[in-house]
């Protein structure tokens, strides 16, 4: 009995040990605190900019089938604890799965009047992750859904602190298409005159969403009337998108967020070189400058005398207070 005693004493003493030494092989370690600005992630459904716990995100949905908790490919905006986009999805995502059969306007991506083409092997995975001070980039392979129709999608999502998103979609046709991009902000979104950009207020958060373009191709968002209306009460249709075919799309989308009752002041203007693309963003008069490289294979790429390597290269201009 003593001896016995003796054992289990002596064996309680190892694995004290052991913990205090911070563990061996094979014992489970304590889960480490995701970063406030590291993407978090579902294994099958989807991705989260800037992830932890930040005041302002933004949801991708990257699951391509009927188990999924959100449409493919659409995204969610949350800030300061109010919701700016909302995914049709939740519970009743196979309803919206069977709607959006006869009705494409739920997607957010078109190309010929179609969605993407949903089974468990169409996902999308992540091809690129960097970083920077105070900002944090992913991009995602999105081409297995589209192959029907395209060589290559990638979409890409750029965060930059404190609230700026900046998506970039980049989609090579297998032939001269028709791109559309839908959206369903709340109701109470109305498009800007003359930015002809979609601004929303609300109580406590709310948004400027600008897709910059060229004079040749104008990026407008209009109100349409389409049956998504119906089936996510309290939205509106917004579409965008070229005037013509095109074989290849090169997208920036910039998703300026604040709180409530801020009413800030921003500016947007693309950027294009042969090697990049991007956009000048002024916020309250300080300028931003996002830069995506347009071909993968570049070491380096530069816009606007602005040189980077990588995938994507940020520049923002903070002044120095006296």
Not at 9 to 15: A, D, Q, S, T, W
Not at 225 to 235: F, I, K, N, R, V
Request: charged content about 20%; glycine content about 8%.
């Amino acid at each position: 009995m003593t001896f016995n005693l003796t054992v289990s004493r002596l064996l309680r003493l190892v694995v004290l040990a052991c913990a205090m030494a911070g563990g061996q092989a094979g014992q489970p370690q304590p889960a480490k605190a995701t970063l406030p600005d590291t993407p978090a992630s579902s294994p099958r459904d989807f991705i989260t900019m800037p992830g932890g716990t930040n005041a302002v995100q933004l949801r991708l949905y990257t699951n391509a089938s009927q188990e999924a908790h959100g449409l493919f490919n659409s995204i969610e905006l949350e800030a300061y604890g109010q919701r700016l986009l909302q995914s049709p999805g939740g519970e009743s995502v196979q309803r919206w799965l069977a709607a959006s059969t006869n009705n494409a306007a739920l997607h957010q991506i078109l190309i010929n009047r179609h969605g993407p083409a949903l089974a468990h092997t169409n996902h999308m995975k992540v091809v690129e992750e960097a970083s920077g001070p105070q900002w944090r980039y992913l991009a995602l392979d999105a081409t297995a859904a589209y192959r029907d129709r395209v060589e290559q999608y990638r979409r890409a999502i750029l965060f930059v602190e404190p609230d700026l998103f900046v998506l970039y979609d980049q989609i090579v046709a297998k032939a001269p298409s028709h791109f559309q991009i839908f959206l369903h902000p709340p109701a109470a979104t109305s498009v800007d005159d003359i930015w002809r950009d979609l601004r929303l207020e609300l109580p406590k958060a709310g948004f400027r969403i600008h897709a910059p373009g060229t004079k040749g191709m104008l990026r407008s968002w209009q109100r349409v009337t389409s049956p998504a209306d119906t089936l996510l009460p309290g939205t509106v249709t917004m579409e965008l998108g070229p005037t013509n075919k095109l074989a290849r799309l090169d997208l920036i989308t910039v998703l300026a967020v604040s709180r409530g009752g801020e009413n800030r002041d921003y500016a947007f203007k693309l950027l294009e070189s042969n090697t990049a693309v991007g956009a000048r963003i002024h916020r309250e008069g300080w300028p931003t400058l996002v830069a995506f490289r347009t071909d993968p294979a570049n070491l380096s790429s530069s816009l606007t005398g602005f040189g980077f390597n990588g995938p994507v290269g940020v520049d923002v201009f903070r002044p120095k207070h006296r």
